[in-house]
């Protein structure tokens, strides 16, 4: 059942992530800690996945997310549709290597960074699944990788 559960999450995860074949214009919600300890949603596009190991996010380098991760790695990423819902649970971590930034680089980046890949207010977050839970098939399940 795990395999076939994490196989219909990729592909969740692929309709929501903007550098997939099967891309469908949705957007993620990412949960960070905030600097009283609080986690806070923020609505955002998956820019890049593998599978639901890594997720990679264009973000702005001195913006809310990119402060919240410096401060505090761990981290939430939800997708969800209206018959499903995937929670990854792990750690985010920033990158600035122009390799990672240009790799997931789209268009839809552009209007917040208008230098481009070398905008030096754009950075990367990588986040990293440690544990996860879905409803999948109208059943919850869970599981670590």
Not at 54 to 69: L, Q, S, T
Not at 85 to 102: A, C, H, Y
Request: hydrophobic letters at 40%; glycine letters at 8%; proline letters at 3%.
């Amino acid at each position: 059942m795990s395999k076939q559960v994490i196989e219909k999450m990729k592909k969740i995860v692929a309709a929501q992530t903007v550098k997939s074949d099967g891309y469908k214009g949705e957007f993620c919600s990412l949960v960070l800690v905030d600097c009283e300890g609080y986690p806070t949603a923020s609505v955002l596009t998956a820019a890049k996945s593998d599978g639901i190991k890594h997720i990679w996010f264009g973000v702005i380098r001195d913006g809310n997310k990119a402060v919240r991760a410096a401060a505090n790695k761990k981290a939430s990423v939800h997708f969800g549709t209206a018959e499903h819902s995937v929670t990854l649970v792990g750690e985010v971590e920033i990158l600035d290597d122009v390799e990672t930034k240009k790799d997931i680089w789209y268009d839809g980046l552009a209007p917040h960074f208008p230098e481009g890949v070398t905008d030096p207010n754009y950075c990367v977050l990588k986040f990293t699944t440690k544990r996860w839970n879905a409803f999948v098939d109208w059943t919850d399940n869970e599981g670590v990788l």
